[in-house]
């Protein structure tokens, strides 16, 4: 990637943070009404902890390139925040991976302790289906129906919820080398795909785009995935925000115990070629969309 595209890409990752930590920061009053103040001050540490803030950046690209205004797709950008905050939380937790560290800062229940922690993951998911439901303005029903059972398939068993028990209970699978893939598929990447097509599915009902938009977002995520599992191997816990080699201590399963570095490296760029084909000729060649799966496979945290 060169310097121009780069700087574009860092630019509007930028504008796109300071977007939606303005929004976080501007609705706090909104979304505290009637929560107890010390577990809403528990969820907004997290939410709040900062982080890439890829997947509501990815959902109001989507929707921007479908005729939606970032402004009123934000509700739904704060929503996928809010669910990949609480799965942060409870990926901590002493029960899954026990981490004391998260983007730089003490995890949620190393500071508010693991009661606290369960209950503020619990309630930053359902937040993020009431908020979103409640704040979508200016769109038509039918297409906020559709972005939240898109969201709401993300969460359960045929998403995070799904892919968190694979990653844990892993036993007996080391001779299937599609294992990894899948609970890559389901842990990250029903998200990242939830993310692009909630944004999509806004402002667009022509099944065959939001089948390419899905496809992207697919290839996107799994190549975000193993590059996730490259850097757990190959950078410090300052580059990472978090404790690194924690995959290889706990014996999991990642891309790069299976297929070793080199291997998962060529892995990722077929996954990050792949997700810009989905939308060749659909967007230009130098649209944000199709250079973020470049500037993500070469990311260093």
């Known amino acids: 990637m060169n310097e121009a595209r780069l700087k574009a890409v860092k630019e509007k990752f930028a504008a796109g943070c300071a977007l939606i930590d303005g929004y976080i920061a501007d609705t706090a009053g909104l979304r505290a009404e009637k ?179 899905g496809d992207y977002a697919r290839h996107l995520g799994s190549a975000f995935q193993i590059v996730d599992d490259i850097l757990d191997v190959t950078s410090t816990a300052e580059e990472l925000g978090k404790t690194p080699g924690k995959d290889e201590e706990q014996g999991k399963l990642t891309h790069v115990t299976v297929y070793g570095v080199k291997a998962a490296g060529e892995m990722a760029e077929k996954e990050s070629a792949a997700a810009k084909e989905a939308l060749a000729g659909l967007l230009e060649e130098d649209d944000f969309l199709m250079l973020l799966p470049d500037y993500l496979v070469h990311r260093t945290c």
């Open 35 to 213: 929560a107890p103040p010390k577990l809403f001050e528990s969820m907004e540490y997290s939410l709040r902890a900062g982080g890439k803030r890829l997947r509501p950046i990815l959902c109001l690209a989507a929707a921007e390139r479908c005729g939606v205004a970032a402004e009123n797709a934000l509700p739904m950008a704060l929503g996928i925040e809010m669910l990949h905050t609480a799965t942060l939380i409870h990926d901590d937790l002493p029960c899954m991976d026990d981490d004391d560290m998260r983007r730089g800062k003490p995890s949620n229940h190393a500071l508010f302790g693991e009661t606290l922690a369960v209950l503020a993951g619990d309630a930053l998911l359902a937040q993020s289906l009431e908020f979103p439901m409640a704040q979508l303005k200016n769109i038509p029903a039918q297409n906020v129906l559709r972005a939240m059972r898109i969201f709401a398939g993300a969460i359960g068993p045929a998403g995070v919820c799904g892919g968190q028990v694979l990653d844990m209970f892993a036993e007996g699978t080391e001779g299937d080398p599609h294992y990894v893939r899948r609970v890559a598929a389901l842990k990250t990447g029903a998200l990242i795909e939830a993310a692009v097509l909630t944004g999509a599915s806004l402002g667009c009902a022509d099944e065959a785009v939001l089948k390419r938009y």
